[in-house]
């Protein structure tokens, strides 16, 4: 019987085509927003969340305050840290490990073609085997780093393509970089990250002695907590010495001290904040939509009393015509959701691939969820119904010989 009802629902909207069409208008914007946004962002949080998925819930990272687009961690800043700070860090109870990380951008050159790249040191001594246990560094092609290689470096995964040089760099080739030539020794595991699948790692020693970086002006101080569960309080400990040691008052903080995971808890927040604001348009965009597809209804009532009256005369029940009017709501509402997620995935993965492809960067994502496509397709259904409820029920209570006579 169902089967039946829709049947004839679908065929009077294709007789009203024009009048759905326009209807449905209000719903597939409010779903391509929803979904195309939503999508973005999702896109976005996954893209930064492999930035720092690698990185274990015992590291944090101790930088001074400065202007985070200007280049590298801890460039751009007037207080840089010291050399000294990560060996007082390391004296606090709950530290395992704690060591100076200098990160520099430079020129680098192979196959006759440059690039700016970015240049990772890699601890000397005990803290090397830390710092890759920290990172999870594995070579998938060659080896890593070991002590008294001078000039020789380990590329990240993305070298091995060959947009950038026109050609993949191997193991065993000599790269230049700031116009002193390295030889490759390794090729890292892919880690999903642009950072690090760009990075360029050499000893510590090399980037002081050979490319002459300031051995006093460190980056980043990495940390290994020996318990997970006090990380708070190392923390704590870790930003109490900074104060101390730069002379700067709680509040007024030059400094930050964070984990990934407290990096990854800002970001979703600001991206909920985002995300709300799409929500609130979308509702009024829908609300707008249901509005519309209640006045057609009632428009549709009244234009076919005469076919509800010759329906009710031959023993049309009123739950029958109720049902039929409902269903054709419920079909609008559904067909404009189908048509906004359609509309909004081919916006997110469009905006998404021109982003890619005329900034660069892999931060520009979409990432549309399973679960956002049946809860649009549920909420443009249920919206449909819910709008067309009024409408159906006035249809299914008109008096048949009262139909017929004003038909006429």
Known sequence: MLKDYALFSLKNLRNRRLRSWLTMIG???????????????EGLRLAI????????????????????????????????LSDELAGKIEKINGVEAAFNRYIESGTLEFNDRQDIGIMGSVPEGENRKTFETMLNLKAEEGRLL???????????DNFKEEGTFGRSVKVGDRIIINKMPFEVVGILEKKGSFIFDRIVMLNEKTMIDVLGIDKKKVDVVAVKVK???????????????????RNVDKGEEDFSVQSPQQVLAALNSTLFAVQLFVYIIAAISLAVGGIGIMNTMYTSVLERTKEIGIMKSIGARNSAIFTIFFIESGFLGMAGGIIGIILGMSIAYGVSALGRLFLGSGLIQASIPFWLILIALAV???????????PA????????VDSLRNSR
């Open 227 to 245: 318990d997970r569960n006090r990380m708070a309080q190392a923390k704590e400990d870790i930003e109490k010495l900074l104060r101390k040691e």
């Open 393 to 400: 029920y006035q249809a299914s209570k008109l008096n048949p």
């Open 49 to 80: 969340m492999s930035q720092f998925g690698f990185l274990g819930p015992d590291v944090l990272g101790v930088q001074a305050s400065g202007i985070a687009f200007a280049g590298p961690p801890g460039s751009a800043v007037a207080t840089p």
């Open 146 to 156: 070991k002590e008294g290689d001078t000039r020789k470096a380990v590329l990240g």
């Open 380 to 390: 443009s259904f249920l919206l449909g119904s819910l709008f067309g409820v009024l």
């Open 27 to 41: 719903i597939f914007i409010g779903i391509a927003a929803v979904v195309s946004l939503i999508g973005l962002g």
